[in-house]
Every structure is written in structure tokens, then in C-alpha cells.
């Protein structure tokens, strides 16, 4: 009989463009202020891509990035998956073609997800069932956004709360079960579809010149609707992946929380008796980067030394759709053969 395969979460890599912009600048652009985004949301900063710069540009570096510090070249990969909401085209090609095409990967399934903020640990769990069938064996998984391209910076609903960036992550195949990932639970309830949408372009509004006009192609969100379903909703997801496992909050050396609200995840991590330095925040600097927040927040504790070999994650996201999803992951960076 055939060994068991399981998945892997192998390395980490994220792009953040440089230009930033502070509660500062968005107080010149709409009637907003410093103390207002601060305490309702915890960001004092985001970055934005260039003009020129699309949301592949920004995947393709960050996973070039995952790749090299998999030990892998390009040519290993044999699916390449990326989240996003900020697609380069809204109808095609995908922008994991794009991606591919970037980073010369050739003949190679590629395709995108569309999960909103929960998209990167979508993948995730995609990744997970093509490795543990033995379908693929080094998935390059994605998640990038340009959110900038569908903000209307008139509106200070939602100009403060997002910004640009991409985080990648090569997930491998594995007999040993150390290193495999525990869980992944990835859920929606699409009843409350309108609570995060793009009304356009799509096929219920083509993009007409009346649809621009409207602003239809920008992001409209219900916040506060939001906000309360989410903390809610992450409590008791996170409750059951850790309950499901036999595993105890205070036993997470880094749980690592979508990025949109500093309030929504000091309530999940109260709830789960976090102390602060288990809790990774990056919502200060970034914003919500939507589905590259979590692979750049882990970048970020890989990158500042936090983060090492066989240490485990919980991940936890929230996002349009409704989607939500966690995951309970062991960091597993190849040992040296
Ligand atoms: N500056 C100043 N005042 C503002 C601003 C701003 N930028 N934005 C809104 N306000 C005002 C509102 O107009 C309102 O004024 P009113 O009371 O006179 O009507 C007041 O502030 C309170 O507004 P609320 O929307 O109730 O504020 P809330 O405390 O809910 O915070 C926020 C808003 C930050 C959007 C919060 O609801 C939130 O974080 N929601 C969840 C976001 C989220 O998790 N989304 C899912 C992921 S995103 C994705 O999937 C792409």
C-alpha cells in the first residue's frame, strides 16, 4: 500500500508596494480624521500600487519570492492558484495565467478564486486536497489584491480601510505528518451577498457608461452589519477548529487574523484568551489587504525571525460573499536534504 501524502506549508513570500499613504493624506481627501480610523479600525497607514503596477506585477514578486525560499525553481510547480477580488481583467484570462506566464511556468494548471478576503485560506484548502489526492505535488498558492483599483476615494466609508499588496506560499507534498497541515475549514453563506459588492462590471450591470457614471464599480460594503457577523462568526469558527483538534488557544504560538479591523480581532482573540504576543497584527501598517493579508502578515513574522520551523498557525479569515475560514497549519520549510 502507498504512503499517505499530505500537505505541507513549505515558505512564505510577500510584495508590498512602496507608496504610502497615511491617515494624514486621507484627511486631505475626504472629511475623515486620524483619531476616527485609528480607533475604528487600528490603521495608521496602507500602501498603493502604482498606476502601472497590476495586481500579477505584485504576485509575481512575492512569488518568486515563496519559490526561492522553498528551495524550488519555477519549473517544480505544478498548479499555481491565485486569490483575488482585483483580478488585472475582470472576465479573463485569470490572473494565476498572468502570473504563470510572468514567472515562466508553462503547460501548468492556473486558475483564480474569488473569496474576498477569505480567498487566500480558500486556496489553502484547495491546495491541500490536490496534493493529498497525489493530483499535484508543489502548489503555488496566492493571494494578491490592487483594492485601489475599486475604491472611490470620495467615499470615506471605505477609501480609509484597504490598501494594495501580495503574499504567496508554496505548499508541497509530505509523507511525514509533522509537518502536515492539521485542518483547513473554509465556509460562506451567500444570503448576505450584498453585504461586500462591486455591482459592476458583470453581467447583471455591464459596464456601461451609466454603470461608471453611478460609481457601480466601486466597493460598497455594509460595515457595521459586517463587522458584527464577523466577530461572531470567527469566534465560533475558531472555537470549533481548535475544539476539533484537541488543541487549546493558549497552545497557538502565532495566530495570524485576516487583517481588516484591529477591534474584530482583539474580540476573537479575547475570546480565545490570547495574550498579545500570540496575536500577529499588521492592520496598523497595511490596512486591509484583503486576501494577500494573511500571507503577508505571515511573511512578516517569517521575515522578523518570529516565525520557525514546525511552529503552528491558526488562521482565521472573514470576508465578501459571506465567506469565512480557518486553519490550523505547522510553518514546514523543507529540511535540508
Ligand atoms: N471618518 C469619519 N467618520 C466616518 C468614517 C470615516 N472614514 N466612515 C464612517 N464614518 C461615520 C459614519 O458615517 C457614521 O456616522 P453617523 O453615526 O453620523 O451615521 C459613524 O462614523 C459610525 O459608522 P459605522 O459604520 O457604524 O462605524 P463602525 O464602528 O461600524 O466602523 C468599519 C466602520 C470600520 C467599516 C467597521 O464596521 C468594520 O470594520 N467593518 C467590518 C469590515 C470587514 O471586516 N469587512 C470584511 C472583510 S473586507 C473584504 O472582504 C473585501
Known sequence: MSEKIYAAFRSIGAYVPKKVLTNQDLEKMVDTSDEWIVKRTGIKERHIAEDNESTSDMATKASEIAIKRAGLSAKDIDLVVCATVTPDYFNMPSTACLISDKLGIKNVQAFDISAACSGFVYALSVAKAFIESAM???????????????????????????????GAAVIGATTNKEEAFIDVHASADGSYWDFLITPAPGSVNPATHAAIEEGLQFVKMKGNETFKLAVKTLTKDVKEIL????????????????????????????????????????????????????????????????????????????????TWASALIPFAPKEND
Not at 146 to 155: C, H, L, R, V, Y
Not at 286 to 311: F, V
Open 136 to 166: 499535484k505535488k508543489n502548489v503555488l498558492v496566492i493571494g494578491a489584491e490592487k483594492f485601489s483599483s475599486i475604491i472611490d476615494w470620495n467615499d470615506r466609508n471605505t477609501c480609509v480601510l484597504f490598501g494594495d499588496g501580495a
Open 243 to 322: 475544539a476539533k483538534n484537541n488543541i487549546e488557544g493558549k497552545d497557538i504560538p502565532h495566530f495570524v487574523p485576516h487583517q481588516a479591523n484591529y477591534r474584530i480581532i482583539n474580540a476573537v482573540g479575547n475570546a480565545l484568551n490570547m495574550s498579545e504576543n500570540q496575536v500577529v497584527l499588521t492592520v496598523h501598517k497595511y490596512g486591509n489587504t484583503s486576501a494577500a493579508s494573511i500571507p503577508m502578515a505571515i511573511n512578516d513574522i517569517y521575515e522578523s525571525g518570529k516565525l520557525k520551523s514546525k511552529e503552528l498557525m491558526l488562521l482565521d479569515t472573514f470576508g465578501g460573499g459571506l
